[in-house]
């Protein structure tokens, strides 16, 4: 069995309490390896190796185009390492290998991305209105940024916040989920392997509570990047706000996914599925409200439950099953409770709505891919984040309808919208109160474009040129050209 230490100032470091605890792979349920649990101690000793690295050496001094090359190099690595990255992440998180190995492979973009507009940070000189004064800005990285992601997508998630916190300069702790530790702890060889000086990126490991919450507490962290719930968001916004440090918020949704009755039909129907079953469900932009025009809805529900009742469901790393294990064992129960809440709220399962035992499944961690017609909006399904593949389907009659449902909901994550005409598909896209909008599409994500929420979905973007700014700070510099003594008891 493999055990996982933290990874502090290049180095792995054995955690000091010595304790460790198990990870397991959600298709078999077999613990295949032992993960360091972190503390408050380990929290500080990361953090210390990411400030000294912050400050002084060889990072503190590298000009940008130099920080560019490493994560350029660091984009080759990865991908000549996808498909190990992409096999390991099954076997932690239980998602499809024909879904991860693409992805990992996807990851060294982000890297090349940023690595390019690491030297194209550029400040201004700014015209003044007084006199003798040269002013101008620079953009300067923030400091240690701690890193806390969740366990559907360890190192996507972690692309999204390293590699414009890298090129920007800043130093970093990363603290992946307890439950999918594993991959964001072997990235860190690939770090070393680029060339990045040690300290730059640390990793430790924990729960939230024992060494995510200390770490967001600590005070030299001045910035903290964070996707995951919204219960943890927000502990993490309060801590921020006693120190004043800014943070990046990536949290759950409730997605519309809005089909009018002018759509490609098989295209919608495939864009319902993949908004909801592609990942088992647990991703924050499942399309978990589908609403259909009412003309089309019986006609669209027939379809969905001929293609979704086909799923093949099973072992992820086989390259032709579409839904694999719920991740973790919480996970699995909260699905079925909401299966429970919403058949207690009066809406009608159409497919599945419970375990799933059937052929092709080990473990115990396999739910059904699951419909439920007759939401009203205000059920519990059509509010909460279940984070799993249940389905709701709502019916409206109009363009406003379809809208006032859409935003109807405390999240503002992403929607879909499924129509041919372009008028509608411009107005729909400029009133969905979303961070994306995707029309005649769903689950589109790319480094070049922004990403991140409205509303309680969080706060910040992730990817695209927005990104960088969220770790810089701007400082505004005046020189005087010449000097004079000036009256001091009044401002210049
Ligand atoms: P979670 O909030 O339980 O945990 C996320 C991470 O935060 C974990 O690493 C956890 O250990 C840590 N954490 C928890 N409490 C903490 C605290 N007080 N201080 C510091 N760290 C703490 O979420 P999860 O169950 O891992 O992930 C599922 C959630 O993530 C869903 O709500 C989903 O929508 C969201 N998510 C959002 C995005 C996005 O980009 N918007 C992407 C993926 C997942």
């Given at each position: 069995m493999k055990t996982y230490n933290h990874f502090i100032n290049g180095v792995w470091v054995e955690p000091s309490s010595n304790a460790y605890f198990d990870t397991d792979n959600p298709y078999t349920g077999e613990v295949w390896a032992k993960i360091a649990r972190g503390n408050a101690a380990d929290a500080d000793q990361a953090v210390n190796a990411a400030k000294a690295a912050f400050n002084d050496g060889e990072w503190a001094d590298m000009r940008p185009t130099q920080r560019g090359k490493l994560l350029v190099s660091l984009a080759k690595i990865i991908e000549r390492e996808a498909s190990r990255l992409g096999?390991?992440?099954?076997?932690?998180?239980?998602?499809?290998?024909?879904?991860?190995?693409?992805?990992?492979?996807?990851?060294?973009?982000?890297?090349?991305?940023?690595?390019?507009?690491?030297?194209k940070i550029e400040g201004a000189v700014l015209p003044s209105d007084k006199p003798g004064v040269f002013n101008f800005t620079r953009y300067e990285p923030i400091g240690v940024?701690?890193?806390?992601?969740?366990?559907?997508?360890?190192?996507?998630?972690?692309?999204?916040?390293?590699?414009?916190?890298?090129?920007?300069?800043?130093?970093?702790?990363?603290?992946?989920?307890?439950?999918?530790?594993?991959?964001?702890?072997?990235?860190?060889?690939?770090?070393?392997?680029?060339?990045?000086?040690?300290?730059?990126v640390n990793c430790i490991t924990g729960t939230g509570?024992?060494?995510?919450?200390?770490?967001?507490?600590?005070?030299?962290?001045?910035?903290?990047?964070?996707?995951?719930?919204?219960?943890?968001?927000?502990?993490?916004?309060?801590?921020?706000?006693?120190?004043?440090?800014?943070?990046?918020?990536?949290?759950?949704?409730?997605?519309?996914?809005?089909v009018f009755e002018d759509?490609?039909?098989?295209?919608?129907?495939?864009?319902?599925?993949?908004?909801?079953?592609?990942?088992?469900?647990?991703?924050?932009?499942?399309?978990?409200?589908?609403?259909?025009?009412?003309?089309?809805?019986?006609?669209?529900?027939?379809?969905?439950?001929?293609?979704?009742?086909?799923?093949?469901?099973?072992?992820?790393?086989?390259?032709?099953?579409?839904?694999?294990?719920?991740?973790?064992?919480?996970?699995?129960?909260?699905?079925?409770?909401?299966?429970?809440?919403?058949r207690e709220d009066g809406a009608t399962c159409v497919l599945g709505g419970g375990p799933y035992k059937g052929e092709g499944v080990k473990g115990n961690r396999f739910v059904e891919p699951t419909i439920f017609t007759g939401v009203t909006n205000d059920m519990r399904i059509a509010q909460e984040?279940?984070?799993?593949?249940?389905?709701?389907?709502?019916?409206?009659?109009s363009e406003e309808e379809a809208l006032r449902i859409g935003n109807d909901v405390v999240f503002g994550l992403a929607a879909g919208v499924w129509t041919s005409d372009i008028g509608r598909a411009l107005r729909m896209s400029e009133k969905l109160k979303a961070g994306t909008v995707w029309v005649n599409t769903y689950r589109a994500v790319s480094f070049m474009s922004p990403f991140g929420g409205y509303k309680r979905s969080g706060q910040g973007r992730e990817s695209g040129q927005e990104a960088i700014k969220e770790f810089l700070q701007v400082k505004s510099i005046w020189i005087a050209q010449q000097t004079s003594p000036a009256n001091p008891f009044i401002m210049r």
């Amino acid at each position: 069995m493999k055990t996982y230490n933290h990874f502090i100032n290049g180095v792995w470091v054995e955690p000091s309490s010595n304790a460790y605890f198990d990870t397991d792979n959600p298709y078999t349920g077999e613990v295949w390896a032992k993960i360091a649990r972190g503390n408050a101690a380990d929290a500080d000793q990361a953090v210390n190796a990411a400030k000294a690295a912050f400050n002084d050496g060889e990072w503190a001094d590298m000009r940008p185009t130099q920080r560019g090359k490493l994560l350029v190099s660091l984009a080759k690595i990865i991908e000549r390492e996808a498909s190990r990255l992409g096999e390991l992440e099954v076997r932690d998180n239980g998602k499809l290998i024909a879904e991860m190995g693409a992805q990992t492979k996807y990851l060294a973009e982000w890297y090349r991305y940023f690595g390019g507009l690491a030297d194209k940070i550029e400040g201004a000189v700014l015209p003044s209105d007084k006199p003798g004064v040269f002013n101008f800005t620079r953009y300067e990285p923030i400091g240690v940024v701690a890193m806390i992601t969740a366990w559907n997508s360890p190192l996507l998630l972690l692309a999204w916040k390293l590699a414009p916190a890298l090129a920007a300069g800043n130093t970093a702790v990363v603290k992946p989920s307890e439950f999918t530790s594993a991959s964001s702890l072997e990235f860190m060889e690939l770090i070393k392997e680029a060339g990045i000086p040690d300290g730059v990126v640390n990793c430790i490991t924990g729960t939230g509570v024992e060494v995510g919450q200390p770490m967001v507490d600590h005070p030299d962290v001045a910035k903290v990047a964070f996707t995951g719930s919204g219960v943890a968001g927000q502990k993490i916004y309060e801590s921020a706000a006693k120190k004043i440090m800014p943070v990046t918020l990536e949290l759950g949704g409730k997605s519309p996914n809005i089909v009018f009755e002018d759509a490609d039909f098989e295209a919608a129907v495939m864009g319902a599925i993949s908004g909801i079953f592609a990942a088992t469900g647990q991703t924050c932009i499942a399309g978990s409200r589908l609403l259909v025009q009412q003309s089309i809805h019986d006609k669209f529900v027939k379809r969905l439950l001929e293609v979704a009742g086909a799923a093949k469901i099973g072992d992820p790393m086989s390259s032709d099953t579409h839904v694999g294990p719920v991740t973790t064992q919480p996970q699995y129960e909260k699905i079925l409770h909401y299966m429970n809440v919403a058949r207690e709220d009066g809406a009608t399962c159409v497919l599945g709505g419970g375990p799933y035992k059937g052929e092709g499944v080990k473990g115990n961690r396999f739910v059904e891919p699951t419909i439920f017609t007759g939401v009203t909006n205000d059920m519990r399904i059509a509010q909460e984040e279940v984070f799993g593949p249940i389905l709701s389907v709502i019916p409206f009659d109009s363009e406003e309808e379809a809208l006032r449902i859409g935003n109807d909901v405390v999240f503002g994550l992403a929607a879909g919208v499924w129509t041919s005409d372009i008028g509608r598909a411009l107005r729909m896209s400029e009133k969905l109160k979303a961070g994306t909008v995707w029309v005649n599409t769903y689950r589109a994500v790319s480094f070049m474009s922004p990403f991140g929420g409205y509303k309680r979905s969080g706060q910040g973007r992730e990817s695209g040129q927005e990104a960088i700014k969220e770790f810089l700070q701007v400082k505004s510099i005046w020189i005087a050209q010449q000097t004079s003594p000036a009256n001091p008891f009044i401002m210049r």
